[in-house]
């Protein structure tokens, strides 16, 4: 386990924190600085380091239980919506795969603050797509 993970000391118990949903396979709590309050990580409990690393096993744990929270944010926070993000390795600050779920609601200010967008140059786009085909089918 890496140092600063707080993610392995929340699940043995070694740091306290506000615990949602625990299972088996994936625990959720609170951020305690959340972007807006009802802010949860989810999380497996077994020690993974990011996206790359889960096993095909954990997927459908992970993603339902943040399927669960997204929808449990509606009533129980009276969110509109959600974003669910997760950062691997950049912008990572625990280092251990958390995805992040956040209600959202119209006005919330918002507004993709840390998704400054860029725009393609002519051809370019058509040069990205072959990229990544190409990655996908090595
Ligand atoms: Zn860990």
Redesign the pocket.
Same mark, same amino acid.
């Given at each position: 386990?890496p140092e600063h993970?707080i993610?392995?000391a929340i699940i043995e118990g070694r740091v306290a924190a506000e615990v949602v949903l625990r299972t088996s396979e994936v625990i959720a709590f609170l951020d305690h600085r959340p972007v807006f309050k009802g802010h949860v990580l989810v999380c497996p409990i077994r %020690?993974v380091d990011t996206l790359l690393d889960l096993p095909d096993e954990l997927v459908l744990p992970l993603i339902g239980a943040c399927r669960r929270l997204a929808a449990a944010m509606l009533p129980a926070v009276g969110a509109q919506g959600t974003f669910v993000a997760i950062n691997n390795v950049v912008s990572q600050s625990v280092p %251990?795969l958390h995805v992040h779920v956040v209600p959202r609601s119209k006005g919330d200010g918002l507004r993709g603050f840390f998704w400054p967008r860029t725009s393609y140059a002519e051809g370019e786009a058509a040069a990205y797509a072959t990229l990544l085909r190409e990655a996908l089918n090595a």
């Open positions: 386990m993970d993610a392995c %020690h %251990h």
